[in-house]
């Protein structure tokens, strides 16, 4: 009998499934470390939290980690810990992502034990009032971070109060946080988590038939909320550009956030050719056009990068960060504004745009190198409508990107003549 | 044949190219289409001396500004080349060492095989690099000093060691980076970066036989160092009696730090210093967790066995909730550390530990970076074995080990505590804690 070819690609090599309630689960073998990763995410993040409880989302989150009616938080986290395994919950934006590591042979015990926090979640009372008591502190020690500071006062000037990229200034998410109670986890838990937008990726030494078998015991009969809908209207660009400082003492270094809505998300058609756009522009400090001017020639700063910032299921900012001594903010803004605008009026050179698609691929390949990449992969192209089959396209799609793709992306998504200047630290 | 195989060891083999006793270990696995390569100067913090602290890290920017081959004029940036390939790729400096290193597709060895063998001895070092990488360097170490968490623990390694050069950052003194001059980053480079004061480490996929051909033939024409690699030789004398010290200064939450010296990383205690400070403070059945967090008292509260080529410290940290004092914390800290010494922990715990420790080790494996990384610094404070013994030294380790490690080193006189006290900033309304002097 011929030996038939050994097919590598991503398609071939993942099993998709569908518990009986309607979890999509995806198992990639790969024997070569007796360990599984796991990553997914279910449709369950800040964006659902009711207006003036926008920690709530997160708050439910963590609680899922505080114990359940079987056993409580210390029980839990002796058997994983014991077993050197984790898992858990935490929430985003728009999804809670799950993720979860262990042995192979330990893959059992860390499936039950998401299951049964997903599915008997106890929230006690003492464990929310650590957990506020904690998150508060937290809220105060950012207040002292002169790039959360610079960061959120930007998102609170570009995005409106209610949108999920508008950053809740702190003491008011701090008063937000001290009215959060447990009937308000509780029916947040009822009402968004459920197995319908439910997405698992698992990879690792493990058995394609044994996962799914595992995982529909464990989870499968799981009754949760039904699927949660998201429409999120775009945010338009700014009518003007705004400059803002957050006075701060003892910061010998300044961060300068300069940002405006980008109207780009994971579906918008020429996405890639927007990320290139900025991977040449910002997305390395070391070799993108913002750091070879402003931190290799001009030696202002240790860091300068521009992102699409959370251009997922919603379309965030577009980004550009600096760090800088306060008597050298000018120059390092002026210096920015003038390369985006030379790259605006100009676009980017050809042999900028084949590094740029070389090093996307590269990086890509990279990035799938590992379990947990792999799964992380898996679980966003399941998320974002893309597909298993998507992994195997993506470098050829990011081939395939000419110059005015790029240039009209540019042109398109980077508005600096609008954008607003965010200038935190002591000054 | 260009070099000499040393020694086999759980899978990782060691070679020493005959030319010039550059060290090369291999460690293959074919897991995925990756390869990192990493190279290691036996170079760090610990080499300088008054006057030219930080240099060095200054040093370790200057090895990006470009060489002959490799340079900015002819498009062939040494950042731009590596990015072109979608490689992870840095360097960076500590006490005891300086590591280079890329994670390149597989078929791209070559290309980091031959920018650090060019790098090693081609590197332009020019003075109006130096000039504008300072100012570089002066934003990151100003970053640094942006965070008190950062601060205090300077403070506390600047006060517990007086003689030894652990006594400053690796990123130096501010007006040492400033003034530092080029012909000194220039003396440094020639007297440490030579291949007999190297280890080469590759990890991930690739054949044996090429990766021995691709170093002979790049690293092969590099001729030793003319004169032996110079050698430190202070010694930190014992601390006799405690050292306390106050920062104050702009912030939220106040801080406590507390370091006691503890022996090099070779030191038979090493083992049992590892599992000391995972039953200290890994995950929340940690002991300084349930004292400290759960209870309310911290925020958060960690603590960490340095070791190092020459004696490092054991640090505890401590980030208290607002309203509780730092005398109360620092209390209750301490009271956890004093019980190791007296207390038998319970088997099942001191597993737990282990396991916690050795499941670590093997999640490590997936990523030949992360591979790297750990080979390069064990071999950088003892030696590459270290990285394949650490499971062993640790499943070794007994409740009376943990006793007397801890009554050994934890005394008040071998003590170094920080107190950061934040003073208020108007607007939010966070710290109402009486401070208690």
């Known amino acids: 009998m011929m030996k038939p070819m050994k097919n590598n690609s991503f398609v071939a090599r993942t099993r998709r499934f569908q518990l009986s309630n309607g979890v999509t689960l995806m198992v ?15 449709r369950a993040g800040e964006y659902f939290s009711p207006a003036g409880k926008d920690s709530l989302a997160g708050i439910t989150a963590s609680m899922l980690g505080k114990g359940t009616r079987r056993r409580s938080k210390l029980e839990i986290a002796e058997e994983m810990e014991s077993a050197g395994a984790r898992v858990g919950l935490s929430s985003n934006t728009f999804t809670v992502s799950v993720s979860g590591l262990s042995l192979s042979r330990d893959l059992p015990m860390i499936v039950s034990t998401l299951a049964e926090e997903l599915r008997e979640p106890a929230f006690p009372a003492e464990e929310l009032e650590k957990m506020r008591q904690r998150i508060i502190a937290n809220i105060q020690e950012e207040q002292d971070d002169t790039r959360v500071r610079a960061y959120d006062r930007m998102t609170q000037l570009v995005f409106p109060e209610g949108n999920p990229f508008h950053q809740t200034p702190a003491e008011k998410a701090i008063g937000q946080i001290e009215s959060i109670t447990v009937d308000d986890i509780r029916e947040f838990h009822q009402k968004f988590y459920g197995p319908s937008s439910m997405i698992l990726a698992v990879v690792g030494d493990v058995k394609a038939d044994d996962a799914y078998a595992l995982f529909e015991e464990k989870l499968g009969k799981w009754q949760g909320a039904p699927e949660a809908v998201i429409d999120i209207t775009e945010t338009p660009l700014q009518p003007a550009a705004i400059r803002e400082t957050v006075v701060m003492k003892d910061k010998p270094s300044a961060d300068v956030v300069i940002g405006h809505a980008s109207r780009l998300r994971r579906s918008n058609p020429d996405f890639i050719a927007a990320r290139i756009a900025n991977n040449a522009l910002g997305q390395s400090t070391l070799s993108s056009r913002l750091g070879l001017k402003v931190r290799d020639e001009m030696g202002l700063t240790y860091g300068i990068n521009s992102s699409f910032a959370e251009s997922g299921i919603g379309d965030g900012p577009f980004v550009i960060t600096v760090t800088v001594a306060p008597e050298n903010i000018s120059l390092a803004v002026g210096a920015t504004v003038e390369i985006v605008n030379d790259y605006i009026a100009n676009g980017i050179r050809e042999d900028e745009l084949k590094d740029e698609q070389s090093s996307i691929i590269g990086s890509f390949k990279i990035g799938l190198a590992t379990n ?31 110059k005015s793709d790029v240039d009209e992306a540019i042109r398109k998504y980077i508005h600096l003549e609008v954008a607003t200047t965010v200038v935190a630290g002591t000054l | 044949m260009a070099y000499s195989k040393i020694t086999e060891y759980d899978g990782i083999t060691e070679y020493k190219l005959d030319s010039n006793d550059l060290k090369l270990l291999l460690a293959p696995r ?11 100067y036996r170079v760090g913090s610990r080499n300088e001396a008054v006057g030219h602290t930080g240099a060095t890290h200054l040093l370790e920017h200057m090895l990006f500004k470009g060489t002959p081959t490799y340079n900015k004029q002819n498009g062939t940036q040494i950042a731009s080349v590596l990015q072109r390939q979608g490689g992870v790729y840095n360097a960076d400096t500590w006490f005891d060492r300086t590591r280079y290193y890329e994670m390149l597709p597989s078929d791209q060895l070559e290309l980091a095989v031959h920018i650090e063998a060019d790098r090693m001895r081609n590197s332009f070092i020019a003075d109006e690099d130096r000039q504008s990488e300072m100012t570089v360097v002066r934003n990151e170490l100003e970053r640094g000093e942006n965070e008190p968490s950062n601060v205090l623990h300077e403070r506390l390694w600047a006060a517990a060691f007086r003689e030894h050069p652990y006594h400053h950052p690796t990123i130096g003194w501010r007006s040492d980076v400033e003034g530092m001059a080029t012909s000194r980053l220039k003396e440094f480079y020639d007297t440490f970066y030579h291949p007999n004061n190297a280890t080469a480490i590759i990890v991930g996929d690739f054949d044996e036989s090429v990766a021995l051909d691709l170093m ?18 202070t010694v930190e004398p014992p601390q006799e009696g405690e050292i306390r010290f106050t920062l104050r200064r702009t912030g939220q939450l106040g801080l406590i730090n507390v370091g006691w010296h503890i022996p090099e990383a070779t030191h038979p205690d090493t083992g049992a210093l590892t599992v000391l400070d995972t039953l200290l403070s890994a995950g929340i059945t940690s002991r300084l967790y349930q004292a400290m967090v759960e209870t309310q008292m911290a925020v ?22 607002p309203g509780v004092t730092h005398a109360e914390a620092e209390r209750v800290g301490l009271e956890v550390i004093e019980n190791m010494k007296t207390e038998d922990v319970p088997e099942k715990e001191l597993q737990k530990a282990k396991n916690m420790i050795t499941t670590q080790m093997i999640y490590l494996r997936d990523s030949p970076l992360g591979v790297a990384r750990v080979i390069a610094e064990a071999e950088a404070v003892a030696n590459w074995k270290m990285f394949v013994d650490l499971p062993k030294m640790v499943e070794q380790v007994t409740p009376a080990d943990i006793k007397r490690v801890a009554a050994t080193y934890f005394t008040e006189d071998n003590r170094t505590v920080g107190w950061f006290i934040p003073k208020q900033e108007e607007g939010i309304d966070s710290n109402d804690e009486a401070y208690e002097e």
């Open chain 2, 30 to 40: 074919r897991a995925a289409p990756v390869v990192a390569f990493m190279v290691l």
């Open chain 1, 372 to 402: 947990s990449g792999l799964a992380n992969q898996l679980a966003a192209s399941e998320l974002f409508g893309l597909g298993v089959k998507y992994l195997d396209e993506y470098p050829s799609l990011v081939s395939t990107i000419t």
């Open chain 2, 216 to 233: 002979s033939r790049h690293f092969n024409l590099i001729p030793p160092s003319p004169s032996p690699i110079p050698q430190m030789y």
């Open chain 2, 300 to 321: 958060d509260v960690g603590a960490q066995a340095f070791q190092f080529v020459d004696p490092g410290l054991f640090m505890l940290h401590i980030t208290l909730r």
């Open chain 1, 28 to 42: 990639l073998e790969n024997p070569a470390n007796p360990t599984v990763s796991i990553a997914g995410s279910m």
